[in-house]
Every structure is written in structure tokens, then in C-alpha cells.
């Protein structure tokens, strides 16, 4: 199971970090990662790291702003956001691919647990 907060209103400017409660299969290995999706468009990739290693990938629009990471025990997951801006507002999500490998960090079908989503809304 997958479970994500953190979300909230802010002013554009601010920083705001998500988390996710990891529990179960979810947590055996390979790859998580932060989706967004705003109103009206498709889900897409904002930052995975591999669990073991650590390895991180970042989509282009947060490249410098966010920092994805896990706590040591491996039981969260975190996006730290920075610098936010009112194109980052969208629901957020979190996802597990056990068996995910590196190549496939940004891949969407690749993940197989999904999070419920945090709503995010940056205002400017």
C-alpha cells in the first residue's frame, strides 16, 4: 500500500514536501517515483529513484527545484518541492515498481502500486 500527504495550498515562491506511507509488497525493491496530473491533462513523470542505490531521475519542469528521497528504513518516500510555481499545482502521486529497473525510473506503465494522490494548488 501506498499512501501520500502533504499536499496543500501555497503561495508560488514556497516549499512544500510530500510524503508516502510504503507498506507491503510495495516495499520489496526496484523503483518509486512522484506523478503529477494536472486538470484537464495526462499523468506525468516528475522524479524515481532506484531503492537500492538510490540512483535519481527528474523530469525537466522541476530539475533543480525538487529533491526526491527515502528515509533509511526504506518506509517513505519523500518529494521535497522548492521554488514552487503555479504550473506545479496538480494532484501528486506516488508509485511503486518492484521489479523496476533503471532504465525504466521515468516509464509510466512500469509502475505497478499507486497511491491515492495530495492535491498541491500553488498560487501566484
Known amino acids: 500500500q501506498l499512501q501520500a500527504s502533504g499536499g496543500g495550498l501555497v503561495q508560488a515562491g514556497d516549499s512544500l514536501r510530500l510524503s508516502c506511507a510504503i507498506s507491503g509488497r510495495s516495499n520489496s525493491g526496484g523503483n518509486m517515483a512522484w506523478f503529477r496530473q494536472a486538470p484537464g491533462e495526462e499523468r506525468k513523470f516528475v522524479a524515481a529513484?532506484?531503492?537500492?542505490?538510490?540512483?535519481?531521475v527528474y523530469g525537466d519542469s522541476v530539475k533543480g527545484r525538487f529533491t526526491i528521497s527515502r528515509d533509511p528504513a526504506k518506509t517513505t518516500l519523500y518529494l521535497q518541492m522548492n521554488s514552487l510555481k503555479p504550473e506545479d499545482t496538480a494532484v501528486y502521486f506516488c508509485a511503486a515498481a518492484p521489479r523496476g529497473i533503471y532504465s525504466t525510473l521515468g516509464t509510466h506503465s512500469s509502475y505497478n502500486y499507486w497511491g491515492q494522490g495530495t492535491l498541491v494548488t500553488v498560487s501566484s
Open positions: 529513484i532506484r531503492w537500492s542505490g538510490g540512483s535519481t
